[in-house]
């Protein structure tokens, strides 16, 4: 006797269940909401009468996309409220090849940083556009807007975005080496080394969320922020010594990180953007135990937009 075959529905949604996570965590800057989402998206499409379903795959998009958008609208308070400065949850992601740079650029903690500025609606419009190439028409079906508003929001979040985005590019394999290069030095504490890999303005932020100590206005200069990694392997950090501290060089959000962690948990992400020269303009570093559950957990997310 054979097998029963699996639930359509269901394997239509697994399906596309990579991209869906691809968008609602876009839109939410954080892995656990982006699932939540994706889980809540499963038990509309469970529900729904899928026979009235001409195309799934935008079907699934408009729903998640709306359940984010809720989201987002609920959690704005939270972040205006948060202690220090509030930076998206790390993710760890694959190096696959045929992911596009833009797909890896779209990721990054500089981008996401850069779309917590945007209205939730701008947000959306910017993802579902820019991102992942929806038409206009597609968007205002999938937000509930007019077409016309969707432009407008399209061509504000557009504006926005370009005038805060980093402006400079570096090949990945640059951006390999520069990371590795500061892997080394910081976990060697040779602040010479480290303040030749910095840009003399170099921003560190830091969120620590009021969970852990950590700094809660940016950190700027080449020489301070130098100090302050080089210090790494000298002090205790989050009750753990310098020898029960582990580094490994990983990819998180599409692109080069460092991951630091202890015995039996994750101590911090550190995430880098790039001057043309190779060196590091600004460092993202995430230590508020709530966002690295997703780093801990050790699952890799795909990154494409198709």
Request: hydrophobic residues 40%.
């Amino acid at each position: 006797m054979s097998a029963p075959s699996a639930d359509p529905g269901q394997q239509v949604f697994q399906e596309h269940r990579r991209l869906l996570f691809s968008v609602a965590y876009r839109l939410l800057g954080s892995a656990a909401d982006a699932e939540d989402a994706v889980q809540d998206a499963w038990l509309k499409w469970s529900a729904s009468d899928r026979s009235q379903v001409a195309d799934p795959k935008a079907y699934l998009t408009r729903i998640v996309s709306n359940l984010a958008l809720e989201r987002l609208r609920s959690t704005r308070h939270k972040r205006e409220t948060y202690v220090g400065p509030w930076l998206p949850e790390p993710i760890l992601t694959g190096g696959d090849a045929s992911e596009a740079v833009t797909d890896a650029e779209s990721v990054s903690m500089a981008m996401l940083v850069v779309l917590e500025t945007l209205s939730p609606l701008e947000r959306a419009v910017f993802v579902l556009r820019e991102v992942f190439d929806f038409s206009h028409a597609e968007i205002a079906e999938a937000v509930e807007r007019s077409e016309a508003a969707v432009r407008q929001a399209a061509h504000r979040a557009r504006e926005h975005v370009q005038s805060r985005r980093p402006r400079f590019t570096v090949d990945r394999s640059r951006q390999r080496q520069a990371t590795e290069r500061f892997f080394t030095a910081a976990t060697g504490g040779d602040v010479n080394a480290l303040m030749e890999l910095l840009s003399p303005d170099v921003t560190l932020w830091t969120d620590g969320g009021g969970k852990v100590r950590q700094a809660l206005r940016p950190v700027v200069g080449a020489a301070t922020v130098a100090q302050w990694f080089a210090a790494i392997g000298t002090v205790t950090y989050q009750g753990v010594e310098p020898t029960d501290m582990k580094a490994e060089l990983t990819e998180i959000n599409g692109g080069p990180g460092i991951v630091f962690s202890a015995p039996g948990r994750v101590i911090a992400t550190l995430t880098f953007d790039f001057a043309t020269d190779g060196r590091i303009t600004t460092i993202h570093n995430v230590a508020n135990p709530n966002k690295l559950r997703a780093v801990a957990e050790g699952n890799t997310h795909g990154i494409a937009t198709r």
